[in-house]
Each structure stands twice: as C-alpha cells, then as structure tokens.
C-alpha cells in the first residue's frame, strides 16, 4: 500500500499563474480530503468528495480556487492567478469513508506551493 | 476557533522523561484523533479514541478523551528524541469523516 501520494512535491509558481496540484488516494477509499496548512492558521479544511461526487466545499476560498475528483483514482485541487498568500502546504487525505469513525483519514505527503 | 488557546504550545524536554499534551474543543464530538508530523512529512494516525474508551493505549502512547470537559489528551512515556514533531488533536465527525484540528504541540525531544 503506498499510501495516499501527492505531485509535485514543491510546486513554484510566479504570481498571477495557474497552480495544479494532483492526488492519489488510496485503492478502496472512496472519501478523499483536501486542507492547507499555514504557519499562521495552521492545518484548515478545504474541501471533501465522497465517490467522487463534492460533499463540502465550505473551507474553499470563493475565488480563484477549485477541485474535482474525476475518478476515483485522482482528484486535483486547481488555484487559479496565484497570490502570495496562497503559498502554503497543501495536503490531500483519504478515508474509507464508512460513519461511525471506524478509520479517520490517512495524508499524503503534501505539496508545497510556493508563490513568488 | 473550536480550540481553546491553551492548545497552542512548545514543549522541550530530555529524551527519556515523560509528557502529556492537552487540547480542549468546543464542538461536541464523540472522536478524536491524535495525529503526529514530521518536519517535511504529512500528519500520520496516532490514535483514535472515542467517548466510551475514556482512555486508550499503544506502546508507548495512551490517549485520553473527557467529553465532559471537551477535552482529550495524549501522553508518551519513556520519549525517544524521534518522538520530536508537531502533535496534533482532532475532533472527528463521525457522519462526514471532516477533521477539525487544533493548534497543536511542537515537541522536542533532546537526546
């Protein structure tokens, strides 16, 4: 099992560019998570598929950001004109998905983006 | 913010002693999940523990949950200076998987 991956691992992006970042959940997690993580607000909620399908998107900057989940192998999180304060780690998670909190979500390693 | 200010904190200590980290919430939530993270690395699992456990194990590691008081806490006994990281606690909600952490704990741990 190789665990949730994620690509790149530091991104570069100059500002007003486009940022794409990729994950791989796990084989057999149907619940995948994305959050960012600042020095300054610390690990925050992004969004949330469950089969693919959007289930919460309410920590999503209204503007510039978006993800989709097209498969059940992928989901990318997109930031369109990069800003400065965007620069952060952006960390993408699975889960089987099951209620009950049999299995909270296991990370991937994160993408570092950084915005100059 | 759920999390009480106190959850945010640094810890320094020799290798060997013991220590317990402490967050309280303010959501209700019957789950909380304590995760770790390595510098460069993803938070990884730790332990889960829910309200009808109140207390739980593993190796070196046992984790605590009041939901009385809305709090949890995480103790290591014997540390390793690997144990060095940023301690994390989480509430879990149980009908989305959503993870709602705190402010954490950086630890060192000197050898």
């Known amino acids: 099992n190789a665990g949730v991956i994620q690509t790149p691992r530091h991104k570069v992006t100059g500002k007003g560019q486009e940022a794409t970042l990729w994950c791989e959940p796990i084989?057999?997690?149907?619940?995948v998570f994305w959050y960012r993580q600042t020095i300054v607000q610390g690990l925050e909620f992004l969004t949330y598929?469950?089969?693919?399908?959007?289930?919460?998107d309410s920590g999503m900057p209204k503007e510039r950001f978006s993800a989709q989940m097209p498969n059940q192998s992928h989901s990318t999180l997109k930031i369109q004109s990069t800003q400065p304060q965007d620069s952060a780690v952006y960390l993408c998670?699975?889960?089987?998905?099951?209620?009950?909190?049999?299995?909270?979500?296991?990370f991937g390693e994160g993408t570092r983006l950084s915005v100059l | 913010s759920q999390w009480g200010e106190e959850n945010l904190q640094a810890l320094s200590i020799q290798e060997g002693e013991d220590v317990t980290m402490n967050c309280s919430y303010k959501?209700?939530?019957?789950?909380v999940q304590w995760y770790r993270q390595k510098s460069g690395k993803g938070p990884a699992q730790l332990i889960l523990?829910?309200?009808?456990?109140r207390e739980k194990r593993s190796g070196r590691l046992r984790a605590t949950l009041d939901t009385s008081s809305q709090s949890s806490s995480l103790s290591i006994t014997g540390t390793l200076a690997t144990d060095t990281a940023v301690y994390f606690c989480a509430t879990y909600n149980t009908n989305t998987g959503k993870l709602t952490f705190g402010d954490g704990t950086v630890l060192t741990v000197k050898p």
């Open positions: 523990i829910r309200s009808n456990e």
């Open positions: 084989s057999g997690h149907s619940a």
């Open positions: 598929f469950r089969n693919q399908a959007p289930i919460d």
């Open positions: 959501t209700y939530t019957t789950v």
């Open positions: 998670a699975s889960s089987l998905g099951g209620t009950g909190g049999n299995q909270a979500p296991l």
